[in-house]
């Protein structure tokens, strides 16, 4: 009635014998469930020399670097999660396959790709679940969203996230119901990723319980300086040898390599080194992030250029 009809809430509570107070909060509840969901569609406006940069830099397929005065954190990934979301809406088509690993960056994407968009896509969920821990950004509830959305259908992987030993793990993946999945996760023609920067304050491995402040401390003390796929990666954009590494079920970088489209989304000039050593793993072909961001990268890499050439 609100939406869809345009009747004012006055009109809603005359109708319905309820308080307009009472079709507000309804209202409200609604944007809050998701049940209606807003869509602001800003004009994108990219910084094309930055993106031209980072494409001769590391070869990259395509860079999308946003212009953006915004300062809350929030803001700023719903933007980039847009402009990420049409870069989509560009290159699915029907029949093609994708696979998805969860956090809150694709979250924001999968919410930012319009409702009247369709294709035919198989979703293909790329790491296991900790449904607990991070509800509805679990790697499962995104692929039933994203496929749902789309008018797809969706693959799940039938595993948890993190094994309690490598070996563990090892076996978990050779379960034919798990092993069967990521193999065609691994033969997806896109890949939607993010990247972490192991700060203890807001890795989602310390949300998620899987790794512990401490314990993320000591590895950025010993090189670490990223995550993609919930894989750890040095500056190097080698993975990093730890034991939580090999306890992870899901895609690995060495698989994400060969799919033919990584498109990895970050955002945030604190994010700029482990976007570096991301980009240093030759995982990725087009990376979304901020003019900021962007402009830190290659401040970064022709830092660590001069330091290479002096000794």
């Known amino acids: 009635m609100y939406y869809q009809q ?3 809430q006055n009109d809603i509570a005359t109708a319905l014998d309820l308080s307009r107070v009472k079709i507000y909060r309804l209202l409200k509840e609604a944007r809050e469930r998701q049940v209606v969901r807003v869509l602001i569609d800003w004009p994108i406006k990219r910084a094309g020399d930055l993106e031209a940069q980072l ?19 929030a803001l700023l990934l719903r933007q980039i999660a847009q402009l990420a979301a ?13 696979s998805i690993c969860f956090g809150s960056t694709t979250y924001e994407v999968i919410n930012a790709i319009r409702i009247d968009f369709q294709a035919s896509v198989k979703v293909m969920q790329a790491t296991g679940s900790l449904p607990q821990a991070l509800k509805e950004y679990d790697s499962s509830a995104l692929t039933r969203q994203l496929a749902g959305k789309l008018g797809g259908e969706a693959l799940y992987l039938s ?3 993190l094994a309690d030993n490598a070996e563990a793990a090892a076996m978990i993946r050779e379960q034919a119901v798990v092993g069967q999945t990521l193999e065609q996760v691994r ?5 939607l990723v993010g ?25 950025r003390q010993h090189g670490a300086i990223g995550d993609m796929a919930w894989q750890i990666f040095d500056g190097d954009g080698r993975l990093y040898p730890c034991e939580l590494n090999r306890r992870i079920i899901g895609v690995t970088l060495d698989e994400l390599r060969a799919v033919p489209e990584t498109i990895a989304v970050a955002v945030g000039v604190n994010k700029a080194a ?14 979304c992030t901020d003019e900021d961001a962007a402009a830190e990268i290659i401040d970064l890499r022709e830092r660590n250029e001069e330091r290479i050439t002096w000794g």
């Open 159 to 161: 595993s948890p996230l």
């Open 195 to 219: 990247i972490g920067d192991l700060d203890p304050a807001t890795s989602g491995f310390v949300k998620a319980g899987v790794a512990d402040a401490e314990q993320l401390r000591a590895y």
């Open 55 to 73: 494409v001769a830099g590391f070869g990259l397929d395509r860079a999308l670097v946003l212009q953006t005065g915004a300062t809350d954190a």
């Open 274 to 287: 482990a976007i570096l050593g991301a980009l240093n793993s030759g995982v990725i072909n087009v990376l």
């Open 187 to 191: 033969r997806a023609d896109i890949a």
């Open 86 to 98: 049409r870069y989509l809406e560009e290159v699915l088509a029907d029949q093609s396959t994708m």
């Open 6 to 8: 345009e009747m004012t």
